[in-house]
Every structure is written in structure tokens, then in C-alpha cells.
T-cell receptor, first 111, second 114 residues
Framework: DADVTQTPRNRITKTGKRIMLECSQT?????MYWYRQDPGLGLRLIYY???????NKGEISDGYSVSRQAQAKFSLSLESAIPNQTALYFC??????????FGSGTRLTVV | KQEVTQIPAALSVPEGENLVLNCSFT??????LQWFRQDPGKGLTSLLL?????REQTSGRLNASLDKSSGRSTLYIAASQPGDSATYLC?????????????FGQGTILTVHP
């Protein structure tokens, strides 16, 4: 099994729908992150969590929310999806300064 | 604000060549630096992590160096192969008050042709 598992791998949804992307990890890391990747814009941080009770906004949190259900689980929600949220989404974990581990990504298309 | 720049943006080489990818960062107060590989539409695979106290790190045909004072890192790939074709991303891990924050470069797209 992968260290960081994201579900679903691919998703097409309609504008205005609520959608949740899920992430689970077996690394035992406290820190978890959600990034989105767009061509030409690189990877941008959406939200991050240093433990179950600590949630922080990243660079581009508008239109997104997160939930840290357990140390190993961190989900990202789009409350009302819009087409410019079409992107590749990555979950990642870390212990702080000692390197990051990324999931395989969720390709989200909003039509 | 930390800014990370990777040069070149794209590189095309024949198989067997040795090559160097460059990464520069504006704030030298980093904790560590990590190089990743990304295949098209796929996730990021960690290649090498260099701690700020280290000068270089090696894994197989890959060698990464770090010069914190000048804000530079290089990734050296020896004897390139078509399977090395991918996007290579440099990421700086912050220290200090932003401890652990990751800032990415835009990446270098590498194509190795047979």
C-alpha cells in the first residue's frame, strides 16, 4: 500500500456541486497538506494541518474547506465547485523539516 | 517571501549525456531542500533530501549539491536514459518561524531521447 493514499484518482463534477477529496497516510506523520497544481502556476498550498486540532489556511484557501478526522486522515472539500477549480490536487505529509511524501494526486474536472 | 527559480525550464538531450539542473532560492535561511520527480499527470516522487548542514547527497546516478550561502542547489544526472524523462522539481523547506513550509520552483522538463 502507498504511504499516502488519495481518493478518488479522477473525478468529473458539475458546477455548484459539493465534492470531497480524501487523503489517508500510513507514515505516522503529524503534518498534512493539500496542494493544487495548475499548468504554469506550479504547486500552491491550499490548507495545512500540524495536528488534529490545528488547521491553517495556505495561499489559496478561498472556496475550499478541510477536515482532519484523525492523525492519518485529512479531507479537502469544495463546497460549491466552479470550473477554475479544475486542477490536479495533491495531499502530502511531513514531520516538519525532514522531507515530504506526496500522494498520487486527484485529477478534478469541474464542468 | 521565499522564491525558488529553476533553470532551464526545459532541456532535451540525447541518451547517455550527463546533465545539470539548477535551482536557486532567495532566502538562505532554509532548513532542508528536496528534489522531486514528476511524470506527466502523476504524483511527486522524492529523489533526494539535502539537509542544510550537508553539501551534497547521492542516490545512484543522481547527485544533488547545496550551497546555502549562495542560495543554490544543483541536481546532476549521470548517463541519462529515456526513462529519466520527467519534470524535476526543487523545493525548499523553510526554517525559523516558517519551519517546515515548502516552496516549489516551477520545474525543469527533461526529455532524454534515444
Amino acid at each position: 500500500d502507498a504511504d499516502v493514499t488519495q481518493t478518488p484518482r479522477n473525478r468529473i463534477t458539475k458546477t455548484g456541486k459539493r465534492i470531497m477529496l480524501e487523503c489517508s497516510q500510513t507514515k505516522g506523520h503529524d503534518r498534512m497538506y493539500w496542494y493544487r497544481q495548475d499548468p504554469g502556476l506550479g504547486l500552491r498550498l491550499i490548507y495545512y494541518s500540524f495536528d488534529v486540532k490545528d488547521i491553517n489556511k495556505g495561499e489559496i484557501s478561498d472556496g475550499y474547506s478541510v477536515s482532519r478526522q484523525a492523525q492519518a486522515k485529512f479531507s479537502l472539500s469544495l463546497e460549491s465547485a466552479i470550473p477554475n477549480q479544475t486542477a490536479l490536487y495533491f495531499c502530502a505529509t511531513s514531520t516538519g523539516g525532514y522531507g515530504y511524501t506526496f500522494g498520487s494526486g486527484t485529477r478534478l474536472t469541474v464542468v | 517571501k521565499q522564491e525558488v527559480t529553476q533553470i532551464p525550464a526545459a532541456l532535451s538531450v540525447p541518451e547517455g549525456e550527463n546533465l545539470v539542473l539548477n535551482c536557486s532560492f532567495t532566502d538562505s535561511a532554509i532548513y532542508n531542500l528536496q528534489w522531486f520527480r514528476q511524470d506527466p499527470g502523476k504524483g511527486l516522487t522524492s529523489l533526494l533530501l539535502i539537509q542544510s548542514s550537508q553539501r551534497e547527497q547521492t542516490s545512484g546516478r543522481l547527485n544533488a549539491s547545496l550551497d546555502k550561502s549562495s542560495g543554490r542547489s544543483t541536481l546532476y544526472i549521470a548517463a541519462s536514459q529515456p526513462g529519466d524523462s520527467a519534470t524535476y522539481l526543487c523545493a525548499v523547506i523553510a526554517g525559523g518561524t516558517s519551519y517546515g513550509k515548502l516552496t516549489f520552483g516551477q520545474g525543469t522538463i527533461l526529455t532524454v531521447h534515444p
